[in-house]
Each structure stands twice: as structure tokens, then as C-alpha cells.
């Protein structure tokens, strides 16, 4: 019978003292995993506070160098050159003009190209094998219209370029 008695007892206190184990460790694997999971979701948080700020460094600088080149005196006279009777003169100044938007835009990897339209529809690109831009036969540029916008980045949008041939996702902006 003590023996027994000793047999219940232990056996008891074992399991008391199992359930008190798995009963803390489920709750420190609660804890931790609530701790776990409020550090990774701060973290990413702030890698999209970081991931905001460059991209409206990105677009404050791409806004800056557009005004730069709208700004821009030979340039101006260029594009005025551009609308000349003369065929020789024109080409000439279209360019130039070339030559001038990539000047702006070198350095800038995140800048595809330039593309500027007169209030005539000319169009002046910095890629140099780019043909006639008709604003009317983008998809993406009639969307932008179409939100009753007439300045600003639009939405991203696929752009195939005749230089590389191969489609690249891209944001235009326009002023």
C-alpha cells in the first residue's frame, strides 16, 4: 500500500510538473512569436519608410531636371528653329535638341529618356533612333487625360524601345 501511495504521489507531481512545462512553453512560444512578428513587421515598415522617401527623391529630382529643361534658353531657341521652313535648318535643330535632353539625363539611371511635343506636335526625343511621338496613340497618355490630369507621373505602363526592342516597365511625367 505505500508503495502504492509513493506510486501516486510521483505520478502526480510528474504530471503537474509536465503540464506545468508544456503549458509555459507554449505560452513563451506565444510570447516570443507575438515579439517575433511585431520586430519583422517593424522592420519592414521601416524598409517601406525608406523604400517612400527614394522614390519621392526620384521623383522631386526627375520634376527638378524637367523644369530645368523647359527652362532651358537654347534650348528654347532650338525648338523654335525646329518649326523653320527649312528642312536642313530643322534637322539641325531637332539634333541639337537631342543632344541637349541627354545632357540633362546622362547621369540619371532612373531616367529613360526625354521626350518633348511643341505646342505645334513636334515631337524631340533624346533617344536617338525614337520616331514621331503622337501622344493621341499612346494608351497610357489617354488614361492620364482621361483622369482629368494635365501635369503629373502617370501610371506605370509597358514602353518598347526602338533602340533595345525589348519592353520595359516605365512612369512618364507630364508637365
Given at each position: 500500500m505505500?508503495?502504492?501511495?509513493?506510486?501516486?504521489?510521483?505520478?502526480?507531481?510528474?504530471?503537474?510538473?509536465?503540464?506545468?512545462?508544456?503549458?509555459?512553453?507554449?505560452?513563451?512560444?506565444?510570447?516570443?512569436?507575438?515579439?517575433?512578428?511585431?520586430?519583422?513587421?517593424?522592420?519592414?515598415?521601416?524598409?517601406?519608410?525608406?523604400?517612400?522617401?527614394?522614390?519621392?527623391?526620384?521623383?522631386?529630382?526627375i520634376?527638378?531636371?524637367?523644369?530645368?529643361?523647359?527652362?532651358?534658353?537654347?534650348?528654347?531657341?532650338?525648338?523654335?528653329?525646329?518649326?523653320?521652313?527649312?528642312?536642313?535648318q530643322?534637322?539641325?535643330?531637332?539634333?541639337?535638341?537631342?543632344?541637349?535632353?541627354?545632357?540633362f539625363?546622362?547621369?540619371?539611371?532612373?531616367?529613360?529618356?526625354?521626350?518633348?511635343?511643341?505646342?505645334?506636335?513636334?515631337?524631340?526625343?533624346?533617344?536617338m533612333?525614337?520616331?514621331?511621338?503622337?501622344?493621341?496613340?499612346?494608351?497610357?497618355?489617354l488614361?492620364?487625360?482621361?483622369?482629368?490630369?494635365?501635369?503629373?507621373?502617370?501610371?506605370?505602363?509597358?514602353?518598347?524601345?526602338?533602340?533595345?526592342?525589348q519592353?520595359?516597365d516605365?512612369?512618364?511625367?507630364?508637365?
Amino acid at each position: 500500500m505505500k508503495h502504492s501511495i509513493r506510486k501516486k504521489i510521483v505520478t502526480v507531481v510528474l504530471v503537474t510538473v509536465t503540464v506545468a512545462f508544456i503549458i509555459s512553453d507554449i505560452a513563451a512560444s506565444v510570447y516570443f512569436y507575438g515579439v517575433q512578428k511585431r520586430n519583422t513587421m517593424e522592420g519592414e515598415r521601416y524598409k517601406l519608410l525608406q523604400a517612400a522617401e527614394q522614390l519621392q527623391n526620384f521623383q522631386e529630382k526627375i520634376i527638378s531636371i524637367a523644369k530645368q529643361i523647359v527652362v532651358n534658353e537654347e534650348l528654347q531657341q532650338l525648338l523654335r528653329e525646329g518649326e523653320d521652313e527649312d528642312v536642313f535648318q530643322r534637322l539641325i535643330a531637332h539634333n541639337a535638341v537631342k543632344r541637349i535632353c541627354r545632357t540633362f539625363i546622362n547621369e540619371q539611371s532612373y531616367i529613360y529618356g526625354v521626350t518633348i511635343i511643341t505646342e505645334e506636335g513636334s515631337s524631340y526625343s533624346s533617344n536617338m533612333t525614337e520616331e514621331d511621338f503622337i501622344p493621341e496613340m499612346e494608351e497610357w497618355y489617354l488614361m492620364f487625360k482621361e483622369s482629368g490630369r494635365s501635369r503629373g507621373f502617370s501610371l506605370a505602363h509597358t514602353y518598347i524601345s526602338e533602340q533595345a526592342k525589348q519592353p520595359t516597365d516605365e512612369v512618364s511625367l507630364v508637365l
